[in-house]
Structures are given as structure tokens and as C-alpha cells.
């Protein structure tokens, strides 16, 4: 299995994989994938990481540009996805070290909004005082790089805000 960056002829399989993947999640809208396609179409991918096996592309994660309160400098993770037939087997884990291992370089530290259960395996956790409007607290998460306390709302891309009947 090889992560590598996205490139123009994996994008209709992106937007495929994180449509099914999705779809696995009682929230889902089915619009998933445009959030992908918006981030990509403004310019806002700052990582656009595929997993290939065999040639097929079956996992992707996107981060992009946000911010914690008035702190500029935070990468915001997702969506995170990998086609159900190949769930359990690390790919969801390696797309995210490598992203981490990416995003330290460039970041002040990472954020997400998703499944505590999941995520604070790669160390995220919630910040008393962070927050999205509407969601659960502990579900938005942070993994600092630095010395960063994670205080305020979490701005990220209006991609995320999609109306999903758009
Ligand atoms: C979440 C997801 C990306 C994980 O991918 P994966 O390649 O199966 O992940 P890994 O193989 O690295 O890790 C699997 C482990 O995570 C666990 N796991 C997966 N989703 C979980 C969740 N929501 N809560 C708790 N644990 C979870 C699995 O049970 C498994 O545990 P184990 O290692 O103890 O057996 C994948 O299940 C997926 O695409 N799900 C649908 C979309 C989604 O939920 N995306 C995240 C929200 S944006």
C-alpha cells in the first residue's frame, strides 16, 4: 500500500470512495464528497493524501487551512475515509501518520471534528473552551504540535458548511 498525493486522475475515485465510505455513517448526507471537490476547487487542499493498493485508490484524507479562535496556523483533517472493503487493515491509521507527519511541518497543530474513540488514538483530544456551533464538544478536537492551547471556535473552509441540497 503506498500513500501519495493526490494527482488529477485519482479525482473521480476520490470523490467515489468518500461518497461510500460516508455513507456508512448515519449523518450522512451523500454530499460528502463535494466538500472534497469545493476545498480542491478553491485552492484550500493544503493536503490531499490517496491510499493506493494495486493501482485503485482506496483511502483518501484531505486537511486544510484553519483556525482556533483568533490562532491562525491550525490544519483542519478531514473527511478521512477508505472504501469499507478495506476497513481495518491500517489504512485510516497510515493516511493520518502521514498527514501528522506532513502537518508538523507546516502547522501549529491539527483539528478535526469526528469520533473521539477513533481519533484519540493519534493522540486528538477536546480543549475545554473548543468548539463548532452545533456540534457536541467532544467531538471537536485538537493535537497541538507545540506549545498552542486550542481555545474558541474552530473556523474552518466554508466548504464544510455545504447545504446539502446544494
Ligand atoms: C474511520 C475510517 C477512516 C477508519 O479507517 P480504517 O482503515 O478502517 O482504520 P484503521 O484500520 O487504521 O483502524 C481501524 C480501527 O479503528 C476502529 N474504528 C474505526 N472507526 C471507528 C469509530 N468510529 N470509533 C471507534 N473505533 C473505530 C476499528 O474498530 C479498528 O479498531 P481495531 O484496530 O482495534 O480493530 C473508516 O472506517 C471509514 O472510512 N469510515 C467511514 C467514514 C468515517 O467515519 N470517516 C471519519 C469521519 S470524517
Redesign the pocket.
Known amino acids: 500500500m503506498l500513500i501519495r498525493n493526490e494527482t488529477a486522475g485519482d479525482i473521480p475515485a476520490i470523490s467515489r470512495l468518500?461518497t461510500e465510505?460516508?455513507?456508512?455513517?448515519p449523518q450522512a448526507t451523500g454530499t460528502?464528497a463535494r466538500i472534497v471537490e469545493r476545498l480542491r476547487a478553491d485552492g484550500a487542499l493544503s493536503l490531499s493524501l490517496v491510499?493506493e493498493e494495486t493501482g485503485q485508490v482506496i483511502?483518501h484524507l484531505a486537511a486544510s487551512a484553519a483556525r482556533i479562535g483568533n490562532q491562525d496556523g491550525w490544519a483542519l483533517i478531514?473527511?478521512?475515509?477508505?472504501?469499507?472493503a478495506?476497513?481495518?487493515?491500517?489504512?485510516?491509521?497510515?493516511?493520518?501518520a502521514e498527514a501528522l507527519r506532513r502537518l508538523r511541518t507546516t502547522s501549529r497543530g491539527a483539528a478535526?471534528?469526528?469520533?473521539?474513540?477513533?481519533y484519540g488514538?493519534f493522540g486528538f483530544r477536546s480543549f475545554p473552551g473548543l468548539f463548532v456551533p452545533g456540534c457536541p464538544p467532544d467531538v471537536v478536537q485538537a493535537l497541538p504540535f507545540d506549545d498552542s492551547t486550542p481555545h474558541g471556535e474552530l473556523i474552518h473552509h466554508p466548504a464544510f458548511g455545504l447545504d446539502p441540497q446544494a
Not at 21 to 25: C, D, E, Q, V
Not at 78 to 84: E, R
Not at 112 to 118: I, K, S
Open positions: 468518500v465510505a460516508m455513507l456508512l455513517l460528502e491510499a483511502g478531514g473527511p478521512l475515509a477508505v472504501l469499507p478495506w476497513h481495518r487493515q491500517g489504512i485510516g491509521s497510515a493516511l493520518m478535526l471534528v469526528g469520533d473521539p474513540a477513533y488514538r
